[in-house]
T-cell receptor, first 114, second 114 residues
Framework: SQTIHQWPATLVQPVGSPLSLECTVE??????LYWYRQAAGRGLQLLFY??????ISSEVPQNLSASRPQDRQFILSSKKLLLSDSGFYLC?????????????FGQGTRLTVV | AQSVTQLDSQVPVFEEAPVELRCNYS??????LFWYVQYPNQGLQLLLK??????LVESINGFEAEFNKSQTSFHLRKPSVHISDTAEYFC????????????FGKGTSLLVTP
């Protein structure tokens, strides 16, 4: 099965600073990749998904961007963080082309913008 | 887009008592449903899934969920809970329009007390 590595686990960044969160996947090729955000007291919000290298779809307008430079690498970035960017960020992967499989999740990054 | 609604944000229950966590989904011709569990500051782990076939699905730790098409529900049940079941539980549906990303409910916090 797939294994997702996500880092860092915890991050405290000042407002206006840049951000780069990285996610890598093992155990599968050409996966669909996703970034979710979980804000305090809320469910999980899909931010971006990617069905292939260089292909990024954004679900909500925001201060963040995503890139997929390699098949099993997914990066979440921001040029200038806002306080509202604080939250728990989760990377996930899914076997491409099939809805009949579950998504696998990384351990998450707790981002606090101060 | 397909969606799910979790009707209870918090469910307190005593140890060894039965529990039901409710989830309703938006009606669709084909629907793939999942329950995930999240322990504090961790990623999500798959608990069980409904793809097709038997409407009653079971997990290895005693949880079960029943797919009910007429009531558009996928409620999660356990006949006797343990302290270790205390966690956040998320119902999710696969969204065929977003690269099979999962659309999550807002989550139900299960708190098991002695």
């Amino acid at each position: 099965s797939q294994t997702i590595h996500q880092w860092p686990a915890t991050l405290v960044q000042p407002v206006g600073s840049p951000l780069s969160l990285e996610c890598t996947v093992e155990g599968t090729s050409n996966p669909n990749l996703y970034w979710y955000r979980q804000a305090a007291g809320r469910g999980l919000q899909l931010l971006f998904y990617s069905v292939g290298i260089g292909q990024i779809s954004s679900e909500v307008p925001q201060n963040l961007s995503a890139s997929r430079p390699q098949d099993r690498q997914f990066i979440l970035s921001s040029k200038k963080l806002l306080l509202s960017d604080s939250g728990f960020y989760l990377c996930a992967c899914h076997r491409a082309g099939s809805a009949m499989t579950e998504a696998f999740f990384g351990q998450g990054t707790r981002l606090t913008v101060v | 887009a397909q969606s799910v609604t979790q009707l209870d944000s918090q469910v307190p229950v005593f140890e060894e008592a039965p529990v039901e966590l409710r989830c309703n989904y938006s009606s669709s011709v084909s629907v793939y449903l999942f329950w995930y569990v999240q322990y504090p500051n961790q990623g999500l782990q798959l608990l069980l899934k409904y793809l097709s076939g038997s409407t009653l699905v079971e997990s290895i730790n005693g949880f079960e969920a029943e797919f009910n098409k007429s009531q558009t529900s996928f409620h999660l049940r356990k006949p006797s809970v343990h302290i270790s079941d205390t966690a956040e539980y998320f119902c999710a549906v696969s969204d065929l329009n977003s690269g099979y990303a999962l659309n999550f409910g807002k989550g139900t916090s299960l708190l098991v007390t002695p």
